[in-house]
Nanobody, 115 residues
Framework: QVEVVESGGGLAQPGASLRLSCAASGNIFGLREMTWFRQAPGTQRELVASIDTHGRINYADSVKGRFTISRLGAKNLIYLQMDSLKPEDTGIYYC?????????WGQGAQVTVSS
């Protein structure tokens, strides 16, 4: 069984920075891609950033130039560095690990950007 756990997040002022971490444990076979999603109240979950096992990275247009996704070596640990935060970045941030045979979501981490 695979477990995914996010950490970090919290309350930040506009223009500030936060970092999210996401670690996966368990029997992960054939890891393919690791992705950050977010969901604001009353909206659908949206992709924020993804990184695959070849290091290919993709960002949502709304976060390009402000957010950075990274992976710690070949470990099942990824980060989302969020700089120049805006109020519209507020939401629950979810991490997803996709591997051969399925995927697993984390429980989510709240990020609130407000003055």
């Amino acid at each position: 069984q695979v477990e995914v756990v996010e950490s970090g997040g919290g309350l930040a002022q506009p223009g500030a920075s936060l970092r999210l971490s996401c670690a996966a444990s368990g029997n992960i076979f054939g890891l393919r891609e690791m992705t950050w999603f977010r969901q604001a109240p009353g909206t659908q979950r949206e992709l924020v950033a993804s990184i695959d096992t070849h290091g290919r990275i993709n960002y949502a247009d709304s976060v390009k130039g402000r957010f950075t996704i990274s992976r710690l070596g070949a470990k099942n640990l990824i980060y989302l560095q969020m700089d120049s935060l805006k109020p519209e970045d507020t939401g629950i941030y979810y991490c997803n690990f996709k591997y051969m045979g399925g995927d697993t979501w984390g429980q989510g981490a709240q990020v609130t950007v407000s003055s």
